[in-house]
């Protein structure tokens, strides 16, 4: 596996003696790449471990091919673009530079750019930047006239309350064909605050669907299989995105309630010499609940939980 450390907050300048002090602390670690946004991280990293690769972190909003050219020529490695980075404005980016670049595939999206809303911090305390969101863009949200406080004024945009920043979540499965016609190099999947059974999950559909796009292009179709699977996990459903163009009224929600098809109810932790397996629980099962076991391979079994030992 290669392995890339994100170092992509936007720093005071307070902060920038613990920077370097971590810096220094995992100068060692061979990590593969850090992900980076900030110009005055980049430079502290090149003094610190001058020869570490570095990826430009999607926080640095890179949505044109001039901003992408500045950015090769700063000797970044890869490029990770804005979201708000339309299928053609991918395409004019890799007509124009030789650098790697890296789109978002999968996961939350913001309602502004990304990672540098300050919602979070100012209603949660929890910094978005340094990945720690609290999700306030998919609150309820009331209205208030200025010498009326505490008398709140339903915004309905209908029956189930207003919410006026919440987007869907991100899911360009069915449009892999194009993002890879389009040239990018690497396709990235948002893990920011989900656990490991969401990133497994998400990974191992991409992954095959991937794979057998590139052993057989002119064949390929998207499985909906693999759209289920995405169902299963937990999500605000579905939106392209803006790879098309802006997104409409379709690419919000209008309750606050997460999606899922399925509980992660545990993990397997060791497989014992007889075959049998240590789990991991982690939320309950009850007497005849429908077990799945999943792998990195696309082969989902299926048992009920009172025929498991
Ligand atoms: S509050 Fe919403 S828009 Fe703001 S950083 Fe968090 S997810 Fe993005």
Request: charged share 25%; net charge negative; with cysteine.
């Amino acid at each position: 596996m290669r392995v890339f450390l994100t170092v992509n907050a936007y720093p005071g300048s307070d902060e920038l003696p613990a920077l370097r002090s971590y810096l220094e602390e995992i100068a060692p670690i061979p990590v593969d790449a850090c992900i980076v946004a900030d110009p005055g991280v980049i430079a502290m990293i090149r003094e610190v471990s001058p020869e570490r690769e570095i990826h430009l972190s999607t926080q640095a909003n890179t949505t044109n091919w001039q901003s992408a050219l500045f950015w090769q020529r700063q000797g970044i490695k890869r490029i990770n673009l804005a979201r708000e980075t339309p299928l053609s404005g991918i395409r004019a980016v890799r007509d124009k530079v030789s650098a790697e670049l890296e789109v978002f595939v999968h996961g939350a999206l913001c309602i502004a750019y990304s990672g540098r809303c300050l919602l979070s911090s100012v209603m949660s305390g929890r910094p978005a930047n340094k990945g720690e969101c609290a999700h306030p863009c998919r609150w309820e949200y009331a209205l208030v006239e200025q010498t009326r406080p505490g008398q709140y004024f339903p915004i309905a945009e209908d029956g189930g309350g207003s919410f006026i920043f919440n987007s869907k979540d991100l899911c360009l499965l069915p449009h892999l064909p194009e993002l890879v016609a389009s040239g990018v190099d690497s396709l990235k999947i948002e893990g920011r605050m989900k656990g490991s059974y969401y990133v497994a999950s998400v990974v191992r559909v991409y992954r095959t669907a991937l794979d057998r796009y590139c052993a057989d292009p002119a064949g390929y179709r998207c499985d909906p299989a693999w759209l289920e699977e995405l169902e299963k996990v937990s999500h605000r459903g579905y939106t392209s995105g803006f790879l098309f163009g802006q997104p409409g009224e379709g690419d919000q929600e209008y309750h606050s309630r997460y999606r899922r098809s399925h509980q992660f109810v545990g993990m397997v932790e060791e497989v014992l010499a007889d075959g049998r397996a240590v789990v991991g629980v982690r939320n309950r099962m009850l007497d005849n609940d429908t077990v799945e076991l999943i792998g990195p391979a696309m082969k989902t079994a299926t048992m009920a939980n009172s025929s498991m030992p």
